[in-house]
């Protein structure tokens, strides 16, 4: 469906867009740096955000299983042996483990108006160093938050796996609206537990006073831009839930998608009903928005930064398309197009997923990024059994 | 191509024929006699002084008079001319929009031979009746005087140092305003005549929270219409009109109910700019019986991010109409990167039909399209709403936003929104038969 009208400045720089992309297909990848959109503390994180609640687990980079005496005496089973691995962020709704959410609420404003202080509110996320611990029993993780006194005992699934995976990697599922899979992976091990988000108890509501309200200044003052662009993310998150990858470096990717998409409506059945060459098509949802803060490469297609606006972070809507027997993922520079509106002629590029049948059958729809070490990664779709994925690797 | 020639060729000959009301000779065309009558039906409505009510009331200068309007006699020609004035903005469909406004060919022409001719004054014996406004003999009103008010209970002081604020209000409606379940077929929205209030969305909310709304306000983030305990009424921006339902459409209001006063104050900050709202908000009960009940909501999309100095950014939105629908009203809002708005209609046999098509969307002017006739749209029909915006420099320095940030969904006006309003009725067999009456 093309949009009303084409100015001068939108041909101008598509072309420019389209002249760049050749550019970087004829010659190894060079984009634009884009500035990092993640925190650049040297870690990997992965993040998972349900209905606008937070996970993120983080680690350190190049954490062998064949390093270090302390590592492979963990690995190789001794009980009571452990090693620090990360750090878990989890919001106050979480419940892992031990690790039970905040029931309380923050006392309404007083009678005169005066927003509560912001030291007595229930803090919105808490911190935890992470342990990986073999115990006589089995495995678990060892949480201890940042305030003394808590710690927290979080049992593992383990399986011993065919793959090797030589680093540590952590990665967090969506397995329902309001829950979760940790998967952490390092060398043949492979160790998983479950989480939820659960509901806490609404916020009590402000008497109306007149006179309040934020003061607030112009487009261009940075802390308002920040505030504005949080607010903006907030509505984003509530629509959206997202799964998200940091590099070391700062560098963000992350692919959000609709919620709510559930196998029982009628979207669903397009999975099966979709004719070759097509895509699938979505009633109850925008496409799946995918950001990177840089380039990356799927097989040998190159998914550059700066498709939309040049010098700036990548947006691309993807699109599942049946080719034959097997799938594909459609990137277009459409990313905020609606899931009925798939229009080729934004196509960017299409990359091989490989298809699987796996997991719950009652999924909603939703995706996963993996990072198996700062330079390699796997994008998940998962709806339902089905599951679609593309390994990439970093372009620097 | 020849078919639209003839077209076009025929209609100029049909204007030539048919034009002859107006002036056809510049020398007798007078303010009195021939310019008044065209600006009491197709400009007074806005150009007049301001009420309190903003609703279309924006207007920045007045054009009751000779003396108000031969000043402006040749910008009034070239945005006639133009096309400009009257401001309309949808190009598709033409005709089928109670409130669609424009001068046809023979009204402009004479237009602009009074202007050619020295835009003389005429004889005042030529003079028409003056028009009479609505507000005038209904203490404000625009609709006649309303059944009841909500009134905002104490006013709320927007401070110096404020320069964009989105709060709701809310408000129990009390027993003795409402002391029943009520139809109601008419609402107007009354911010005050502070000139800084960019819209005010209200939504009626059920009795079952209501009391613990009642008095409180948040400041807001989106707290709106999309709660399960709420029911958007209606909302009103610049350039907006107050609504009143066709014979037997409705919205059902509980007794016990709230309401809220969603309103979003935009300023320059500074000493002495404070200033004191108190919105209200006046309903007209629908007293015969009512045969649909009328649902207010959106197709939104609100996970959009429009990326820096794009040009053309379409953020889109759909939704599968599950029921028979007449079709009443619809609003497309969003804010000043704005430029384009379209809704489609794609029928379950594939056929696809523009229902409204906006080329040049205007923030400053919020019109709801309000069909004549209400549309009938099957059930499995896909509705469509896209937006398209302008993030570049360029017309950032003409709107005063900043372009060098992906912009998403906020309150603020340099945010953005993307929601394509709708006044509907869904058909079901059981409620089409039934007709309720209010007494």
Same mark, same amino acid.
């Given at each position: ?91 106050? %709704? $979480?419940? =892992? ?6 029931? *309380?609420?923050?006392?309404? #404003?007083? &009678?005169? +108006?005066? @927003? ?12 935890? %160093? $992470?342990? =990986? ?6 495995? *678990?993780?060892?949480?201890? #938050?940042? &305030?003394? +006194?808590? @710690? ?15 680093? =540590? ?13 940790? &998967? ?34 112009? &487009? ?177 | ?439």
């Amino acid at each position: 469906m093309a949009p009303p009208s084409f100015s001068l400045g939108f041909m101008t720089q598509r072309i420019a867009v389209i002249l760049g992309a050749l550019a970087l297909s004829a010659t190894p990848l060079a984009t634009q740096p884009v500035p990092p959109s993640g925190e650049t503390d040297g870690l990997l994180h992965a993040e998972l955000t349900l209905n606008r609640q937070l996970v993120r687990v983080s680690l350190q980079p190049g954490l062998s299983a064949d390093d270090g005496v302390a590592h492979r005496e963990v690995l190789a089973g001794a009980a009571g042996a452990g090693l620090e691995i990360g750090t878990l962020e989890g919001h106050r %709704a $979480l419940r =892992l483990g031990t690790i039970a959410p905040i029931m *309380e609420t923050p006392s309404p #404003a007083s &009678d005169d +108006g005066e @927003e509560i202080e912001e030291e007595d509110a229930p803090p919105v996320t808490s911190t935890y %160093a $992470l342990f =990986l611990v073999r115990t006589v029993d089995g495995w *678990e993780l060892e949480a201890t #938050a940042t &305030d003394p +006194g808590q @710690e927290h005992r979080i049992p593992l699934r383990h399986l011993m796996s065919v793959r090797t995976v030589p680093n =540590l990697s952590a990665s967090l599922h969506a397995t329902a609206a309001e829950a979760g899979r940790l &998967d952490l992976r390092w060398g043949r091990h492979r160790w998983s537990t479950d989480f939820r988000l659960e509901e806490l108890p609404p916020s009590p509501r402000q008497p109306r006073v007149s006179g309040r309200g934020s003061p607030r200044s112009g &487009d261009r003052d940075p802390e308002e831009v920040k505030r504005a662009t949080e607010i903006s993310r907030g509505f984003l998150l509530g629509e959206r839930d997202e799964s998200a990858v940091v590099l070391p470096d700062g560098a963000r990717v992350s692919l959000a998608y609709w919620k709510g998409v559930d196998v029982e409506d009628e979207d669903y059945p397009r999975l099966t009903t979709t004719a070759d060459g097509d895509v699938v098509e979505l009633v109850r949802a925008s496409v799946l928005r995918f950001k990177t803060d840089i380039s990356l490469r799927f097989g040998g297609t190159d998914i550059p930064t700066g498709n939309v606006a040049p010098g700036y972070a990548g947006a691309y809507g993807i699109w599942l398309k049946r080719v034959g027997d097997g799938w594909r993922f459609v990137l277009t520079d459409e990313p905020d197009s609606w899931g009925t509106q798939y229009d080729p002629e934004f196509d960017a590029a299409e990359i091989d997923a490989a298809y699987a049948r796996n997991g719950n059958a009652f999924r909603p729809l939703g995706a996963t990024l993996v990072l198996t070490d700062a330079d390699h990664g796997r994008m998940v779709v998962h709806w339902g059994v089905h599951e679609w994925d593309a390994e990439f690797t970093v372009v620097r | 191509m020849t078919r639209t020639l003839v077209a076009v060729l025929a209609f100029g000959v049909i204007g030539a024929v048919a034009a002859p009301s107006y002036a056809e000779n510049e020398a007798d065309v007078t303010y009195y006699k021939d310019v008044l009558p065209i600006m009491q039906e197709n400009c007074q409505s806005c150009h007049r002084p301001s009420g309190q009510n903003i609703s279309g009331l924006i207007a920045p200068m007045a054009f009751m008079s000779y003396e108000e309007t031969r000043p402006w006699a040749r910008s009034i020609a070239h945005k006639v001319q133009t096309r400009e004035m009257p401001p309309w903005f949808a190009d598709a469909p033409r005709g089928v929009f109670s409130n669609e406004r424009g001068l046809t060919d023979a009204e402009i022409e004479t237009i602009q031979n009074w202007v050619t001719a020295g835009a003389p004054a005429g004889s005042q014996a030529d003079t028409p009746t003056a028009k009479v406004f609505a507000e005038q003999v209904n203490d404000g009103w625009t609709l006649g005087t309303p059944d009841f008010v909500v009134r905002l209970s104490d006013p709320y002081v927007v401070k110096d140092d404020i320069n964009d604020i989105n709060i709701v209000f809310y408000e129990q409606i009390g027993e003795d305003l409402m002391p029943e379940d009520t139809w109601v077929k008419g609402w107007e929205f009354r911010v005050g005549d502070n000139g800084w209030t960019h819209h005010m969305c209200s939504s009626v909310f059920s009795p079952s929270v209501a009391a613990e709304l009642d008095g409180t306000a948040v400041e807001s983030e989106g707290e709106g219409a999309d709660s399960p305990d709420s029911r958007l009424l209606s909302c009103v921006a610049e350039g907006g009109e107050p609504d009143m339902l066709p014979e037997g459409f409705a919205v059902r209001v509980e007794k016990g109910s709230a309401v809220s006063f969603n309103l979003h104050y935009n300023k320059e900050p500074g000493a002495g700019t404070a200033f004191d709202s108190q919105p209200e908000i006046g309903f007209w009960v629908e007293k015969n019986p009512v045969k649909h009940e009328v649902i207010n909501d959106s197709l939104y999309n609100r996970g959009f991010e429009i990326p820096p100095h794009h040009a053309n950014y379409r953020v889109g939105s759909s939704r599968m109409l599950e029921k028979d629908t007449l079709v009443l009203t619809y609003w497309p809002h969003a804010h000043l990167r704005a430029t384009a708005a379209r809704y489609t209609a794609i029928y379950p046999d594939g056929n696809e039909e523009v229902l409204l098509n906006v080329p040049n969307y205007d923030q400053g002017w919020q019109v709801t399209y309000k069909y004549k006739e209400p549309k009938f749209l099957p059930r499995g029909t896909r509705l469509d709403v896209d937006f398209w915006y302008d993030n570049t420099p360029e017309r950032a320095a003409r709107m005063g936003f900043n372009a060098d940030r992906f912009v998403g969904y906020g309150p603020r006006t340099e945010d953005e929104m993307s929601l394509g309003f709708i006044g509907y009725v869904e058909i079901d067999d059981t409620k089409a038969m039934k007709t309720t009456d209010n007494d």
